[in-house]
């Protein structure tokens, strides 16, 4: 994408935190804590899920047993300013999350709403968050507590080399995704799928958060879509790849050698590809809306 001398967000800061071996976990409180956080939003299949993530990503031999340094959260902040000066692949993911507060500024204010912008926390190996344990291996996320998205730049590396999905779009579709969450927050998409998962079973519940991180898919989209001038060609070839890189399926191919339709939580490699394709080509969140239609 061609940012070139686009702004970066003032919603961004940096927390230096720990790398201790495995997980960096400080002992067997912070796993059972992730874990019970994991199980109270998304059932056993979410456990089974996140645990399948971590062994992908070399983790899962660790995160019941601890063994790591004792995580320091929140140390070295920086401001904005500095955090975004301070290497490429955090300028782009600054002026990404810029780009998305522009377009959904906009969007918001068609529909004479106000949109307050998240923010972005970008760690280093651990840190926490106002829902628990952040962690490189979960990959980035985003919290409603507290309205933050967190990423460690990490995460990109190993989405070019082990998820063969390089590019700069492949990042900001990522970042994107964790917006359109915020997007549901603002709108109370989030608090009626909450409502709904606590009243039906663990098949059920895991049904209605995959159409919640579809339609996050399709909001992304929806970004891209207005972005087009910035875009370049394979940007969304690039978005593409990286959609069905971590769809449910895939992740629990690659983990396990099968994957369990019952246990997925963000949909398959295709629907999240449909998603992103979706927004992209109807440019408007009414284009998403039917994800949580009836919800």
Aim: aromatic share 10%; glycine share 16%; net charge negative.
């Amino acid at each position: 994408m061609r940012f070139g001398g686009r702004r970066s967000s003032e919603n961004v800061e940096f927390r230096e935190g720990g790398r201790g071996g495995g997980l960096g976990f400080g002992g067997g409180g912070d796993a059972t804590m992730l874990l019970g956080l994991v199980f109270s939003r998304f059932g056993i299949g979410g456990v089974v899920v996140l645990l399948l993530i971590m062994f992908f990503f070399g983790g899962f031999g660790n995160i019941l047993g601890g063994g790591g340094q004792q995580v320091v959260s929140g140390q070295g902040q920086n401001t904005s300013g500095r955090t975004c000066a301070s290497e490429p692949a955090i300028q782009f993911a600054c002026r990404t999350l810029a780009s998305t507060e522009d377009q959904w500024t906009a969007l918001f204010q068609a529909q004479g709403q106000r949109y307050s912008a998240p923010r972005m926390v970008i760690f280093e190996g651990m840190d926490r968050s106002g829902c628990g344990t952040a962690d490189a291996r979960m990959g980035p996320f985003y919290c409603p507590a507290d309205q933050g998205i967190y990423l460690d730049m990490v995460f990109f590396r190993e989405l070019a080399q082990r998820f063969q999905a390089p590019g700069d779009f492949a990042q900001a579709y990522v970042i994107a995704h964790e917006v359109g969450h915020h997007v549901q927050t603002l709108l109370g998409t989030s608090d009626r799928i909450r409502r709904a998962q606590s009243a039906v079973r663990e098949g059920e519940a895991n049904a209605l958060q995959v159409r919640m991180e579809l339609q996050a898919d399709c909001y992304a989209g929806v970004w891209a879509s207005r972005e087009q001038s910035a875009m370049e060609p394979g940007d969304l070839e690039e978005g593409m790849t990286a959609a069905g890189a971590i769809g449910d399926d895939t992740l629990q191919r690659a983990a396990q050698g099968t994957a369990v339709p019952e246990s997925f939580t963000h949909g398959t490699a295709v629907q999240r590809q449909e998603a992103l394709m979706r927004g992209y080509r109807g440019g408007t969140p009414e284009a998403c809306a039917g994800y949580t239609q009836g919800i």
